[in-house]
């Protein structure tokens, strides 16, 4: 899943007005921000097979520092607890926690069964929905879109830049995904990494637009 992560940035700024759009983008995507840095590392491990599922052909053999559910729920109480010191903000710090341990329920969701639950465990889950192109795109697309037009509705332009920023990023992750789905399968598990880390730039986008906009009246 990825635009559906993302779907669930954009509503949440309506549960934490005070948190960046930037904060909400990373935390909803933030083990697959870690994941592409220990990909490179050797740490964890993913192998690209065609026909994997008929969304994406990565296997993804070795994870558990960033997808068992236990090292989620770690990642989502160090997140949540960071905010808080930081900025003293406890629903923001809340939701943020909350957005980080969506991610592996989305993943569930939509892996075959390779999430582990805990690091060195043999248990793993995965409902499938990878293996319907049709059901993914259903799912995904429902929650992106509900996501924006909560923000939208949310929200009003502060400029010209908070408008066509907006546009311009949903448009973005919108060929960003048909690329992902229709796309030719990627050449290494290195350039999987390289393009991986490179989703920090859309945090900073999200965070960009967002301080062109301002709660609506």
Do not use: C
């Amino acid at each position: 899943m990825f635009i559906g992560h993302l779907g669930l940035a954009f509503a949440a700024k309506r549960v934490a007005p005070r948190t960046s759009l930037g904060t909400l983008a990373a935390a909803s995507q933030w083990v697959d921000l870690v994941w592409p840095l220990l990909l490179l590392l050797g740490v964890e491990r993913v192998r690209i097979a065609p026909g994997a599922t008929a969304v994406t052909p990565l296997d993804f053999e070795y994870y558990p520092f960033t997808h068992s559910l236990v090292a989620v729920l770690v990642w989502a109480l160090a997140f949540g607890v960071a905010y808080q010191v930081v900025t003293r903000d406890r629903r923001g710090s809340a939701t943020l926690a909350a957005l980080v341990a969506s991610h592996w329920v989305l993943d569930a969701l939509t892996h075959r069964p390779d999430l582990p639950l805990v690091p060195g465990g043999s248990a793993r889950v995965g409902l499938g929905l990878w293996n319907s192109v049709p059901a993914t795109v259903a799912v995904e697309g429902a929650l992106f879109v509900a996501g924006v037009a909560s923000y939208a509705l949310f929200t009003r332009p502060r400029d010209r830049v908070g408008a066509v920023g907006l546009w311009s990023l949903v448009a973005f992750l919108a060929v960003a995904y048909a690329g992902n789905l229709f796309g030719s399968p990627p050449p290494s598990s290195a350039a999987i990494g390289w393009v991986g880390l490179s989703m920090w730039l859309l945090v900073a986008w999200f965070a960009w637009v967002d301080r062109h906009r301002l709660r609506a009246a």
